[in-house]
């Protein structure tokens, strides 16, 4: 975490705590399908970014790309670590966070398993922590429905 | 984590390092086979819910529901993340976190896989936040011993 | 983590969340293929020690036991969570984490697993938090190319 950003050290304590807990409540909210909670965690004029072509600019759009999610998959579980904080401003952080989700589909097929990087701009709303952007950028994956996804870029 | 229910901001910050703490070590204790550190993180009248009509009331149940772990398994790893910690009080918070484990049996059979989600409610006894309700709730397994689980309650 | 090293609880929790992200920074350096960075989170007196007789002592040994990661691997993705600090002084921690890591072979080989444990030892040199000793113990592997690790030595 960056700490040149706060005038206040212990405001920044509680920021960085606030922005993990938002990570956690999307990935909690993704898994239990609650597609109206999960929305509420971006602002207005969002922009989320899971692939090449796939994804949705603002809160409207973003809702109809979760339509399904319900129905596609029996369940998933999506496990967020490594968070890297950067704050760039007192009410702006770039986050970068690690992900291993595990997809159950509806459909008889192989668990999916995807491995990957969660880039994210994060801002503070009058009290509330939300995303501004959020993109997925793919490691790699197994038996995963997805075929197309934006790299990593490994050297 | 809720800033509500503390007077001191930055003690609440060290109270979340500790949970987060107390959290890590029952992972710990739990693939290291020390049931004794184990139950020393729970209070004398704790209850643990592993399943439906799987758990345990009070330390010395719960003693005996980690009997035989050591033998049955060849090994462990519990991997906890997404923690999501709300203040009750300054003594008690409730925590939930997402759960992936890994297990390898003694006998001949393909490593088990569990998903699922922990939910604590973690009290401060004297100066050591412990345990006083851990429950598992299972978003999915793969190759797992245990057939019948709480589920997580996916919408 | 241990609050008795710091006269200054404030600082130790800023301290705590500078450590977390030395830890993801390595995790981020080796998924990336990022040699040079990934060594420059190290002191140069360090010890690496990722198995028996695999490791490094100093920076320029540990340099080289990175060559060749780039054209091994072709994607990895370390997942490190359920982290523990303990401060000895108010400018060394010992740490212990664990580490859920996924590995896609250049060869054709199906992906390799570890589940395991990091030991370090990380000190403060002038401002920067890095790793004087990082010893990985293995709790279990799945299609993995080492063979012999050092164990977590269950019970």
Redesign the interface.
């Known amino acids: ?1 960056s ?1 040149q950003a706060h005038s206040n ?2 405001r920044q ?2 920021d ?3 922005i ?2 938002l ?3 999307y ?2 909210h993704l ?4 597609p109206a909670q999960l929305v509420d965690l971006f602002v207005e004029d969002c922009e989320v970014v899971y692939g090449p072509g796939f994804g949705a600019q603002g809160k409207t759009a973003y809702a109809k790309t979760l339509e399904g999610i ?1 129905t596609f998959f ?12 950067d704050f760039v401003s007192e009410n702006e952080a770039h986050v ?1 966070t ?1 992900l ?1 989700a ?1 997809h ?1 589909y509806t459909r008889e097929r192989p ?1 999916g398993h995807l ?3 969660y880039h994210d701009i994060i801002v503070r709303e009058s009290t509330q922590w939300k995303f501004k952007r959020r993109e997925l950028r793919t ?2 994956v ?1 038996d995963f429905h997805v075929k197309t996804m934006l790299p ?4």
């Open positions: 975490m700490t050290p212990s304590l509680a960085a705590e606030e993990r807990r990570i956690a409540e990935a909690f898994d239990m399908n609650h319900g029996q369940a998933t579980s999506h496990h967020v670590s490594n968070v890297v904080i970068r690690i291993y595990w159950r668990d491995w990957g990087q490691t790699g197994k990593i870029g490994r050297s």
